[in-house]
């Protein structure tokens, strides 16, 4: 059986992306879905990023170190070309071909349907965000029982989780990019949605669910949530609140029927998941237009 082998990286978003987009190559192909839960995050010195998905439920081996030699090999590469042929620019287009073993993802990250279609030859090693659901549309019921994130332990978070079975819940993810040197680089547009905007779609699912509750998601108390403008008070699921755990935070924002969401990869699988695991609901997903891939947001989805 061929070996789909996936380096993960980045925050908890972006690694259920990678984690996805691989489960569907493998799915596709029936191939064995290996993860490198090391490489990507042993040089990531910046923002001191781990590996997030042993706490979830995934049907995936840890790679072992001569499984991950291959894309070590191809990085010492890349740094010696860069070296002798100095200048040389990296082309959006994809490094996938018949019978290659790479599937490194183009540098405009839009989806390519080539990363389905072309058949394994071996095994293969991918690389790359992979930041839209038509890589994984095709197993989606497997993947949401493989990410459905464990039931909190800390009484705060299983107390508001009860809270949101009797009252609908609007999930409002809010990502600053407070750590970036430039915010709006991870922006198709340059820059950030503006909270007016935000407010312009809370106002929409307001319309659809006068009695939600009202549930602010943050890396932080940040001074620019207080121009949100919710219909009851809302409640902050940030760090000063004590929601610290990612996972945790995941959990609460499956367990909201509507969403409103900035450009995050961690939010858009908070909306994805909610609706994954309650299809029978009516959910509002709006997401904001622009996340770096244009295929990110689902057609389904409203986009402000």
């Known amino acids: 059986m061929a070996k789909v082998v996936t380096m993960l990286s980045g925050g908890l978003g972006n690694q259920l992306f990678q984690y996805a987009a691989a489960r569907g190559l493998a799915e596709r192909h029936g191939a064995e879905l290996v993860v490198d839960s090391w490489s990507g995050f042993v040089r990531d010195m910046e923002y001191r990023r781990s590996y997030e998905l042993d706490r979830l439920p995934i049907d995936a081996r840890l790679a072992s170190p001569i499984e991950r030699l291959p894309f070590w090999t191809r990085r010492l590469r890349a740094a010696f070309r860069k070296r002798l042929l100095p200048g040389s620019a990296a082309t959006g287009a994809p490094s996938f071909k018949p019978g290659h073993r790479f599937r490194v993802e183009a540098t405009d990250r839009a989806h390519d349907a080539g990363f389905l279609s072309q ?18 549309d095709h197993c989606a019921d497997r993947l949401a029982a493989e990410l459905t994130p464990p039931t909190p332990t800390r009484l705060p978070a ?23 040197r430039n915010p709006g680089a ?31 998601f943050c890396s932080h108390r940040a001074p620019e949530l207080a121009q949100l403008k919710t219909p009851s ?6 760090g000063e609140e004590g929601f610290a755990d990612a996972l945790e935070s995941l959990w609460l924002m ?47 989805w409203r986009r402000f």
């Not at 058949?119 to 790359?128: F, N």
């Not at 107390?159 to 993810?173: F, K, M, T």
């Not at 969403?259 to 609901?281: M, Q």
């Open 254 to 300: 499956t367990r909201c029927r509507h969403h409103v969401i900035t450009n995050s990869s961690f939010y858009w699988w908070g909306a994805w998941l909610a609706e994954a695991l309650s299809p029978a609901e009516d959910h509002v997903i709006a997401a904001a237009a622009n996340f770096i891939n244009a295929d990110t947001v689902p057609t389904r």
């Open 186 to 216: 991870h922006s198709s547009t340059g820059r950030l949605k503006a909270m007016a905007e935000i407010n312009g779609a809370i106002e929409m699912i307001h319309a659809r669910a006068p009695d939600a509750t009202y549930l602010i």
């Open 119 to 136: 058949p394994l030859r071996g095994d293969v090693w991918v690389s790359g965000y992979w930041q839209s659901p038509l890589y994984f």
């Open 233 to 238: 008070a809302p409640v902050f699921v940030t």
């Open 158 to 180: 299983i107390e508001l989780g009860q809270r949101l079975r009797h009252n609908p819940g609007v999930a409002i993810g809010i990502r600053l990019y407070e750590e970036a």
